[in-house]
């Protein structure tokens, strides 16, 4: 905890208490700072972490005391008709409200995505904690809760992309790097990344592009029909610009997929041509990768160890709590992929 924050009460039965040991800055957490997202104030970030758990309610059966833990978003209930199917992102209870775990003086603070991760200790409800092996390194295993899980999922589990096929990717962040790696991982046989940064060739070449296209000056339609004649089986926009999406739509093959990863504004609307989208082709809504915490994160451990998924690769810099503005100014410029803070 920082001097000045506070835990309030006592573990619920079922809420956990883990010494965070590291937080990705997500360009998520810089969109609260701006208001693009309706977030209640004041708010703690950070919600991309890793931790040990120090202390467990008396119900709780998913961790233990000493675990080390990648912390999860979803606070699905476990019992509903989609947890039960193995869809724990579409659970009411999941999205929307946020607890409020801190105070400052009698001031009540809320917890973006009900985990808070800019502190040195949080609280997180027992479903929000997946345990992982001791030799997986938690400056790593952070990236796993958001950036990771986010772009690997949206091939794995929403565009589903197969051996052969064709994918563009908009935008080399840190998620739209993990969409190039888990693409490159399905067996695509090419990889399209756009980008206005010039100087993100090397690392989302380094990810498993075949190809850089620097948008500045041309149009990105054109630059993808012009490698990939007819448009390719799989479009990711994670840069979460509407026009963006409308272009995405064009630049698809009949029967191919358009994957919104990135978030605009949440009022934003998008438009585009009917016959853009009217060749049977799907356009996918992706929260989170349409994760699975529980199944998917060691899936996403094991890899790492086994040195098939780059996450060492993915961290630009660390730093104490009181670098969060500089990694907010790295994602503003482009420059970062993902500064990890060490609050302890």
Do not use: W
Request: aromatic fraction near 6%.
């Amino acid at each position: 905890m920082s001097d000045s924050l506070e835990l309030v009460g006592d573990l619920e039965p079922r809420q956990v208490r883990v010494e965070i040991a590291a937080a990705g800055v997500c360009g998520s957490d810089l969109s609260c700072v701006h208001g693009k997202y309706f977030m209640p104030t004041p708010l703690v970030l950070g919600h991309e972490a890793s931790g040990i758990v120090r202390e467990v309610g008396s119900a709780v059966s998913y961790c233990s005391v000493g675990d080390h833990v990648i912390l999860s978003t979803f606070t699905n209930c476990g019992h509903c008709d989609d947890c039960e199917g193995g869809d724990p992102g579409n659970c009411a209870e999941s999205f929307g409200g946020l607890r409020q775990s801190f105070s400052e003086g009698k001031e009540l603070i809320y917890n973006f995505a009900n985990i808070g991760a800019f502190v040195q200790e949080t609280v997180v409800h027992e479903n929000q904690c997946v345990p992982i092996p001791v030799e997986m390194p938690l400056e790593a295993a952070a990236l796993i809760g958001c950036a990771v899980a986010t772009g690997a999922g949206a091939v794995f589990n929403r565009a589903q992309v197969r051996m052969g096929d064709s994918v563009v990717v908009i935008g080399a962040g840190g998620v739209g790097l993990n969409v190039v790696q888990a693409a490159a991982l399905a067996g695509a046989s090419v990889i399209v990344v756009l980008d206005r940064v010039a100087g993100k060739e090397t690392i989302a070449r380094e990810f498993g592009a075949t190809d850089f296209v620097d948008t500045t000056d041309v149009d990105p339609v054109e630059a993808v029909k012009s490698l990939v004649p007819g448009g390719v089986h799989h479009v990711f926009e994670v840069v979460g610009d509407p026009k963006l999406l409308g272009s995405a739509i064009s630049m698809t093959r009949p029967g191919g997929n358009i994957a919104a990863v990135g978030v605009p504004e949440l009022t934003a609307t998008v438009t585009y041509p009917f016959m853009a989208l009217h060749q049977n082709k799907n356009l996918l809504g992706v929260r989170a990768g349409g994760t699975r915490p529980h199944k998917d994160f060691p899936m996403l451990v094991d890899l790492y160890l086994r040195g098939r998924l780059k996450l060492d690769e993915l961290i630009s810099g660390t730093a104490g709590l009181e670098g969060l503005s500089e990694a907010f100014a790295g994602i503003k410029s482009g420059t970062a992929t993902r500064t990890v803070l060490l609050p302890n």
